[in-house]
C-alpha cells in the first residue's frame, strides 16, 4: 500500500513561496517503471480540485497552463520524496494542497491526506 | 483549459439510482478515453471510483458505474446508500500532458 505525506508550512506570507514535500511509502519513486509519475492537486477552501502539475522518474515534468510561470515540481530520490514550489503567492493560493501518484490513464490512485496552506500577513 | 463541467448538486432515494454529469469537450473528454472519477467525503482525501471511463479499482463497489457519449461522461450510482453521499469530481486528460478536473457534484441521500 503506497502512502503519501504532505509537510511544509501552514501560513506564507503574499508575494513569498509556497513550499512543500510529499514524502513516499512502500514505493520507489526511481522506479523506472513508466505507469507511474508524480502529482500535485489543491483545492481551496469549499470549492473544487485543481491539478497542479506532475513529475516522472525522469524528471520531466508538466504543469497546469495557469500555473506554470509560478510553479516548479522536483524529485529527491535520495530521500524518496517530491517537492512543489509556488511562488509569488497571493490569498487567491490559499488551499489544501494533496499529493498523489499518478498512473498512466491520467489518473490518480494514491492520495496523501492533504495539508492547509494559508496566504496571509 | 477550462473546468469540465458539472452539475453542483444531485440527489436520490436510498435504492435509487442517480447519474452525475461531466461535460468537457473534444479536446479533453470527448478526446480520450481517460476519463476519471473520485469520491470526497468532508475533510478527506479524494478517493479513485472509477478510471478510463468505465473501470473500478478493486474494492470499488460494483454499484458504481461509468460512461461517456461524445464530449460528456457520466457517473451512475446504482442501489443508492447512505454512505454514498459525497463530493463527486470528475477528471479527464486534456492532451499534452495537461489534465483536468470538473467541478464537483454534491451528492445527497434523501
Known amino acids: 500500500q503506497v502512502q503519501l505525506q504532505e509537510s511544509g508550512p501552514g501560513l506564507v506570507k503574499p508575494s513569498e513561496t509556497l513550499s512543500l514535500t510529499c514524502a513516499v511509502s512502500d514505493y520507489s519513486i526511481s522506479s523506472i517503471s513508466s505507469d507511474y509519475y508524480w502529482g500535485w492537486i489543491r483545492q481551496p477552501p469549499g470549492k473544487g480540485l485543481e491539478w497542479i502539475g506532475s513529475?516522472?522518474?525522469?524528471?520531466?515534468?508538466y504543469y497546469s497552463p495557469s500555473l506554470k510561470s509560478r510553479v516548479t515540481i522536483s524529485l529527491d530520490t535520495s530521500k524518496n520524496q517530491f517537492s512543489l514550489k509556488l511562488s509569488s503567492v497571493t490569498a487567491a493560493d490559499t488551499a489544501v494542497y494533496y499529493c498523489a501518484r499518478g498512473k498512466v490513464g491520467a489518473l490518480f490512485d494514491y492520495w496523501g491526506q492533504g495539508t492547509l496552506v494559508t496566504v496571509s500577513s | 483549459q477550462s473546468a469540465l463541467t458539472q452539475p453542483p448538486s444531485a440527489s436520490g432515494s436510498p435504492g435509487q439510482s442517480v447519474t452525475i454529469s461531466c461535460t468537457g469537450t473534444?479536446?479533453?473528454?470527448?478526446?480520450?478515453?481517460?476519463v476519471s472519477w473520485y469520491q470526497q467525503y468532508p475533510g478527506k482525501a479524494p478517493k479513485l471510483m472509477i478510471y478510463?471511463?468505465?473501470k473500478r479499482p478493486s474494492g470499488v463497489p460494483d454499484h458504481f458505474s461509468g460512461s461517456k457519449s461524445g464530449n460528456t461522461a457520466s457517473l451512475t450510482v446504482s442501489g443508492l446508500q447512505t454512505e454514498d453521499e459525497a463530493d463527486y469530481y470528475c477528471?479527464?486528460?486534456?492532451?499534452?500532458?495537461?489534465?483536468?478536473f470538473g467541478g464537483g457534484t454534491k451528492l445527497t441521500v434523501l
Open positions: 513529475i516522472y522518474h525522469s524528471g520531466s515534468t
Open positions: 473534444s479536446s479533453d473528454v470527448g478526446g480520450y478515453n481517460y
Open positions: 478510463e471511463v468505465n
Open positions: 477528471s479527464s486528460y486534456a492532451g499534452s500532458n495537461n489534465l483536468v
